[in-house]
């Protein structure tokens, strides 16, 4: 019969969440998960196979502690912006959750194509609001909503890395201006 498990699976995961918070990921091993639970690290692996195991659900995690940022962000009028602003405050308030999900470097390198069909199939209702409250096709509220995403991935990453701050009326505004600085050249040029 196996070892009853000391911890669950939950209060591992907590554990491992409050140690890449305090520490960042590289400081997560077994020993260090043990100390924080006030235990050795055997009990660890009554729950989970392995640390690879112990650090996915750390990512999964952190992934769905960012899904509520998303969630919050999306009830704003504008919704593009209100996500934009999100993923930055995501950033500021949890900036070593921000480098693990948006920092760390990932075994493929997807190209431009493969992130637009992401932002297509995730942000469905930012993509609809950018069409019917700006009049623009489809295609272009995609590409739209790219490009504030990478302009809102500079702020956050000058914010996680401290080095720069931004009040938050400065980050409406300079999300708002890249924002109509695009539509305006959609609306003059024919693309972006």
């Known amino acids: 019969m196996p070892p009853r498990a000391k911890f669950t699976k939950e209060e591992i995961i907590d554990a491992a969440i409050r140690i890449a918070e305090s520490r960042g990921t590289e400081a997560l091993t077994a020993r260090s998960l043990g100390e924080e639970l006030g235990s050795s690290a055997r009990p660890i692996f009554t729950v989970f196979g392995s640390m690879k195991e112990v650090e996915d659900a750390v990512f999964m995690r952190a992934n769905g502690i960012y899904g509520k940022y998303v969630e919050e962000g999306l009830k704003e009028d504008l919704a593009f912006r209100g996500v934009g602003k999100a993923y930055i405050r995501f950033a500021s308030e949890r900036p070593r959750l921000f480098r693990l999900l948006f920092m760390s470097e990932r075994s ?11 932002i297509e199939d995730h942000y469905e209702a930012i993509i609809k609001s950018i069409e019917d409250g700006y009049g623009v096709d489809r295609q272009t509220a995609i590409d739209l909503y790219f490009h504030l995403w990478v302009y809102s991935h500079g702020i956050a990453v000058l914010i996680a890395t401290k080095v720069c701050a931004f009040t938050q009326e400065q980050i409406t505004q300079s999300l708002t201006d890249i924002f109509r600085s695009l539509l305006v050249e959609i609306k003059t040029e024919g693309a972006l």
Do not use: F, V
Request: proline content about 9%; glycine content about 0%.
């Open 108 to 118: 493929e390198l997807p190209d431009k194509a493969t992130a637009l069909r992401l």
